[in-house]
């Protein structure tokens, strides 16, 4: 192979890509942060005693997890506008990614509250606690603890899916890579640097979260 | 009213198709020490738990200091009280389980101090003063800010009562207290309810511990099949049973 490695085109363009990166974390925490709300209530949904609240959760999760996300976001935006509703890229984007993590998120939380003893509930209720001050005091911290570690690998694989965004031609860092690469012709560089830079995204969200948990690990 | 403690008129309760409760009838007077026995699915867990509620029942009432709980009967129909009514009235009780259920993520001191923050609204430095006292009351002074895991089974059990104690309730619930532990571990947890009874704290034990029960109760009930088969006082009951099935039960059990 005669192919020698010159990476200054991908330098020169480098601040755009650092741009397409800021992106891609912007859209990713704007969704996970709608989807994390999203997935407690329907996680709450889930585990409801009333079909009049479960079925519909059931049906979200189910619906959404079994459809590529792909064709969500392309859905989202070209069809949905011939229904009416008229969304800008970027908005199109954070609520197809929102509504996309809210179902795999529901599943997380549903079977961190799952993993909640009965137990610590009834203490709950002997010492005269509400059912709100349960959730609150009891349930949550330790659901939240339950699922950190399942947590953090659907977190990093939905900042993944915002790559999926350059498909609709949000400007983020797979979008700016593409532009680079066909400006520049320097095809395996632009990607090498491409895919290192969302390897050390990715690696720094684990370290995070993994923190996170340290932290909030129960002593023993 | 009678002043009466606690007052069950004909409890009953189902499960599905199954009656656990056919109609009991128990009361209790301030300071009493009643201690419940009986072999497994007889009932004496399913009774402990209808009186804080966490357990419906089907028919009957139960009272505390005059209040009914958990149901209002107006007119002939019986309609479950509001949530938060319903917690209001757990408050006056306290429970130990026997799996002692400790909220993981919280010292011992911050288990005790969760329902008086919560439930009595107390400020957190007095709800900290109320727990540090009740926690050197069950000898656990120097292990307030021990995690449950940190903690042997006997101290989790002592911290579970320390946490019920806080509250003030009026009647102690003890449901099996002793029987996840160690054997080595159970003396610890029985001196804390006993010294509990001398301060003259009412209490209903189920309890498997027949020497404990014979030491400590003002009264005993057998329950037998979701009915009371024989009650009386330790002495009578466990010297001169008057049913088959006591006497049956009691050769089967261990007194020491």
Redesign the interface.
Known sequence: MGYTLNFSAVWRSFDQLLWGLALSLGLAFVAIAIGCVLGLVTAFGLLSKQGALRHPARIYVTIIRNTPILVLVLFTFFALPQLGIRLGKIESFVSTLAIYSGAYLAEVFRGGLLAV?N??K??????????S?IRN??VM??ML?NVLPSLSSTLISLFKDTSLAAAIAVPELTFEARKINVESFRVIETWIVASCLYVATCSVLAALLRQLERRMS??? | MTGNLLEIRDLHKRYGEVEVLKGVDCTMAQGDVISIIGSSGSGKTTMLRCI???EEFQGGSIRIDGEEIGYDTAGGTRRRKK??EI??Q??M???A?Q?F?????MSAAENVM??LV??KKMARDEARIVAEKWLDRVGLAERRDR?P??LSGGQQQRV?IA??IA?NPKLMLFDEVTSALDPELVNEVLQVIKDLARDGMSMLLVTHEMRFAYEVSSRVIFMNQGRIGEEGNPREMFLKPQTERLAEFLKTSTFN
């Open positions: 003893p137990g610590l009834e203490a709950g209720l002997a010492i005269g606690l509400t059912q001050q005091s009891i911290p330790l603890r129960i002593p023993r | 804080n509620m966490l949530e938060k917690a209001r757990r408050a009780t306290g429970m389980f799996q259920n400790l909220f993981p993520h969760l329902g919560k439930v995690f895991s940190q579970a946490r019920a509250m």
